[in-house]
C-alpha cells in the first residue's frame, strides 16, 4: 500500500520561513513525479511546486517562485519544500501528491492526474 506522510506545517510570522517535508513508502518507490498543491479555504486547490525524479526539473506557480524550493533526497522518496519569505496569502493546507509512473510534463499541476495524496500539513502565516 503507498502512503504519502507530510510534515513540517505550522504557524509563523509573515516573512519568516517553514520547510515542509513528505515521505514517499510502500509500493510507492522513487515516484516519477512528486508535487506540492495547496487550499485556503473557500478557495479552490493549486499546485505549488513539482519535481521530476532523480533531481528532475522543478517547476512553480509564479507567485510562489523566488521564494519556495522543491528538492528531493537521494533516494527519491523524501520531497521538501522550502518556504521563506513567506506571506499571508500563503496559508492553507498543503498537500503531497505523487504519481508513480508518469512524468510531470504530464501531470504537470493537474490534481486529477497524480495517483496518492497524502493527508495534508497546515500551514498558517499571520501579517
Known amino acids: 500500500q503507498a502512503q504519502l506522510v507530510e510534515s513540517g506545517g505550522g504557524s509563523v510570522q509573515a516573512g519568516g520561513s517553514l520547510r515542509l517535508s513528505c515521505v514517499a513508502s510502500?509500493?510507492?518507490?522513487?515516484?516519477?513525479?512528486m508535487g506540492w498543491f495547496r487550499q485556503a479555504p473557500g478557495k479552490d486547490r493549486e499546485g505549488v511546486a513539482r519535481?521530476?525524479?532523480?533531481?528532475?526539473?522543478?517547476y512553480y506557480v509564479d507567485s510562489v517562485e523566488g521564494r519556495f524550493t522543491i528538492s528531493q533526497d537521494n533516494a527519491w522518496n523524501t520531497v521538501y519544500l522550502q518556504m521563506n519569505s513567506l506571506k499571508p496569502e500563503d496559508t492553507g493546507m498543503y498537500y503531497c501528491?505523487?504519481?508513480?509512473?508518469?512524468?510531470?510534463?504530464?501531470?504537470?499541476?493537474?490534481?486529477?492526474?497524480?495517483?496518492?495524496w497524502g493527508q495534508g500539513t497546515q500551514v498558517t502565516v499571520s501579517s
Open positions: 519535481i521530476g525524479a532523480s533531481g528532475g526539473a522543478s
Open positions: 501528491a505523487a504519481h508513480p509512473t508518469s512524468f510531470c510534463a504530464y501531470v504537470g499541476f493537474a490534481g486529477d492526474r497524480y495517483k496518492y
Open positions: 510502500g509500493d510507492l518507490n522513487r515516484p516519477a513525479c
